[in-house]
């Protein structure tokens, strides 16, 4: 229950890339396939961030995350497919539905794009420990109360939710119902959150006290625990990925 | 002076700690609202919150957090929406501070406002990166009607944000405003810049 992150610890070339490098390359792989309109390009584009989660043996561990975006991607290919405004040629019939070939290809590009956001990311989180993301963020200037705001969501949600077992049993043998019709179901909905909202409300006032003493609010410059680790080959990485971020745009600009 | 203490970037270390805080009710919202099969989502009740407790900057902050941290743990898709939740705790921070909770009407006034400016800052998102669609089935299902019949693309994305907001939002709205009712007294003056006795 206290792992919230989708991290996979493998032992792969592109766990030991340097987070910020990662970040950049999440950020130019986006960006590249908006703004190329190419599909043969794009899908170039998709197809070397998908090498690149093989290299980092994490292939497998990206499926599940781009179902998660499974309806998104589906409705975009029905409603584009069927009804996309520039509609003309029809590409085939089902019965009396036509799908047309322009909405199509549309839709197709969307898709390989939205594809391409989810496994872009997925190289970033999948390899990558949020402690490790964190500090390097830290190192290069975030403020460490900010810091410190990311890395305890991800200790509070799990806390929460089992919380929210224990109230949801109690709440049960008070003999709440939620299960029924939407109007039972909705009932429930508040005695449900309540409590925990209140609870962990009151908790921030116990935290803020710690972290008080533990000196939060000191000024003067942070040292870390833990040692810089040290990436290697981050420079030419990062000139490469710029280059071709240049490269993206001049081609558009010309074409 | 009351503009100035809204828009203070002073936070307190209970405004720090307030911030997970919200993010946890925020998925709470949406972990109980996928329990109960609630056809919305709730998934912004800790944002409005925490604008309602700490004003709009604190909100934003946790907008931002929020869809951050739900990106790397669930849904990478949710970055895009980042901007969408950051708006909705500043719109609802401001409204929060004018005046706007102090009964149920307002608070439903709020809550169609809120769902009016997400849906406003949803459509440029939804045409930008997936020409229109957002996922919802509902929504979709209008989105497509309207695009049968040849309306223009912005406008029918734009209902699709509409009729899938709005309603998401006055709920939301309404019961972070129930629960912000509920309250003690000394939860809510710990995140309040106004009086100097509960300060940490």
Do not use: C
Not at chain 1, 200 to 220: C, D, M, Q, V, Y
Not at chain 2, 85 to 95: D, Y
Not at chain 2, 141 to 168: E, G, R
């Amino acid at each position: 229950m206290n792992n919230m992150t989708l991290y996979v610890s493998r032992d792969s070339p592109v766990h030991r890339v340097d987070p910020m490098t990662k970040l950049l390359f999440v950020f130019i792989s986006i960006t590249s396939t908006y703004i190329l309109s190419d599909h043969l390009a794009v899908l170039g584009i998709l197809l070397f961030t998908f090498f690149i989660l093989l290299i980092g043996k994490v292939f497998k561990s990206i499926l599940p995350v781009i179902g998660v975006s499974f309806l998104l991607i589906a409705s975009i290919i029905i409603v584009q497919g069927f009804f996309h405004p520039d509609r003309a040629t029809v590409l085939f019939e089902i019965g009396p539905i036509a799908i047309y070939k322009e909405g199509f290809l549309i839709a197709f590009l969307i898709t390989l794009r939205v594809v391409n956001m989810v496994a872009a990311f997925g190289v970033l989180i999948l390899t990558t420990k949020p402690d490790d993301l964190v500090e390097a963020l830290l190192q290069k200037g975030l403020s460490p109360k900010f810091g410190y705001v990311l890395l305890s969501v991800l200790q509070i949600i799990p806390q929460m939710v089992a919380l929210t077992g224990k109230i949801t049993d109690a709440q049960r043998a008070r003999g709440m119902e939620t299960e029924g019709g939407i109007w039972m179901r909705f009932k429930s909905f508040l005695p449900l959150l309540g409590p925990v909202v209140l609870n962990s409300l009151t908790e921030t006032r116990e935290r803020s006290i710690a972290l008080e003493i533990r000196g939060f609010n000191a000024k003067g410059n942070r040292t870390f625990l833990y040692e810089r680790k040290n990436y290697r080959y981050s420079v030419p990485f990062r000139i490469a990925l710029i280059a071709f971020f240049l490269a993206v745009i001049a081609w558009r600009v010309i074409s | 002076m009351k503009k100035k203490r809204m828009w203070s970037l002073q936070f307190s270390t209970a405004a720090f700690v307030l911030i997970p805080a919200a993010v946890g009710i925020n998925f709470l919202g949406k972990l109980f609202a996928s329990v109960l099969k609630l056809p919305l989502w709730v998934d912004a009740i800790g944002t409005v919150l925490a604008s309602m407790l700490a004003g709009p900057i604190v909100g934003a902050i946790v907008g931002v957090v929020n869809n951050v941290v739900y990106g790397f743990t669930t849904d990478p898709v949710s970055f895009v929406y980042a901007i969408t939740q950051a708006v909705i705790g500043l719109v609802a921070g401001i409204m929060a501070y004018r005046g706007w909770i102090s009964n149920v009407g307002k608070a439903i006034v709020l809550g169609v406002v809120v769902g009016f400016i997400a849906a406003i800052v949803s459509t440029p998102l939804n045409i930008m990166f997936w020409e229109g669609t957002t996922g919802n089935v509902w929504g979709d299902a209008l989105f497509a009607t309207m695009l049968a019949k040849d309306m223009p693309l912005w406008l029918a994305s734009f209902a699709d944000s509409i009729v899938v907001d709005v309603p998401d939002k006055v709920v939301t709205v309404l019961l972070s405003f129930l629960i912000f009712k509920g309250l003690p007294k000394n939860v809510k003056l710990m995140y309040d810049n106004q009086g100097e006795i509960e300060r940490l």
